[in-house]
Nanobody, 122 residues
Framework: QVQLVESGGGLVQAGGSLRLSCAAS????????MAWFRQAPEKERELVAC????????YYEDSVKGRFTISRDNAKNTVYLQMNSLNSGDTAVYYC???????????????WGQGTLVTVSS
């Protein structure tokens, strides 16, 4: 079992930055690929970024490439999402997830956090 707790969400103006954190506890953190998903009101949950257990490989959804960076610190059991140049389209609840492989499909992830709200004002 893995417990995930997100933090760092909030209200930010368009063009601003936020860094989300997800602290994991339970099993060996480096065994798991980690991902950030988001869900905006009345929209499907979508992958934002994912990263392998070693941290060597990451994948990004097209709309966030060049603006967001996913990283992890296996010594601290934490994964991060640095979000820059935020716009109103980034407003959503952001969820941290852990799974056996880094994949864009939410079904690949077994453990989920409770979510943290990011609101970008224009």
């Amino acid at each position: 079992q893995v417990q995930l707790v997100e933090s760092g969400g909030g209200l930010v103006q368009a063009g601003g930055s936020l860094r989300l954190s997800c602290a994991a506890s339970g099993r060996t953190f480096s065994d798991y690929a980690m991902a950030w998903f988001r869900q905006a009101p009345e929209k499907e949950r979508e992958l934002v970024a994912c990263i392998t257990g070693s941290g060597r490989t990451a994948y990004y959804e097209d709309s966030v490439k060049g603006r967001f960076t996913i990283s992890r610190d296996n010594a601290k059991n934490t994964v991060y999402l640095q979000m820059n140049s935020l716009n109103s389209g980034d407003t959503a609840v952001y969820y941290c997830a852990a799974g056996g492989r880094a994949a864009p499909d939410a079904k690949a992830y077994v453990f989920w956090g409770q979510g943290t709200l990011v609101t970008v004002s224009s």
